[in-house]
């Protein structure tokens, strides 16, 4: 089994920054992408910021200059740098890993949220 566990939420004023930290533990051979999403209420389930191994990161045309994405492959954790937050970027957001358990066994864990609200 895997475990995927966000953490970083809260309140935070427009203009603020937030920084969302995500960690996988468990069975764990090889981690292949990592990102972040996020669900407004109302809305669909959107990716905010994705990386995989090797490759540079892509963004949201939403979050593009505010929000920077980066991974510890040591640790098995992604992170994402929020700042200039707006009230729109208010959501739970999800820390979503491509993994493989085993040479030839892929799995995509989702960990449970984390709420970000911006507001005054």
């Known amino acids: 089994q895997v475990q995927v566990v966000e953490s970083g939420g809260g309140l935070v004023q427009p203009g603020g920054s937030l920084r969302l930290s995500c960690t996988a533990s468990g069975s764990i051979f090889s981690i292949t992408g990592m990102g972040w999403f996020r669900q407004a209420p109302g809305k669909q389930r959107e990716l905010v910021a994705s990386?995989?191994?090797?490759?540079?990161?892509n963004y949201a045309d939403s979050v593009k200059g505010r929000f920077t994405i980066s991974r510890d492959d040591a640790k098995n954790a992604v992170y994402l740098q929020m700042n200039s937050l707006k009230p729109e970027d208010t959501a739970v957001y999800y820390c979503?890993?491509?993994?493989?358990?085993?040479?030839?066994?892929?799995?995509?864990?989702w960990g449970q949220g984390t709420q970000v609200t911006v507001s005054s």
């Open positions: 979503n890993i491509d993994l493989f358990t085993s040479p030839t066994t892929p799995l995509g864990s």
């Open positions: 990386i995989r191994s090797g490759d540079t990161a």
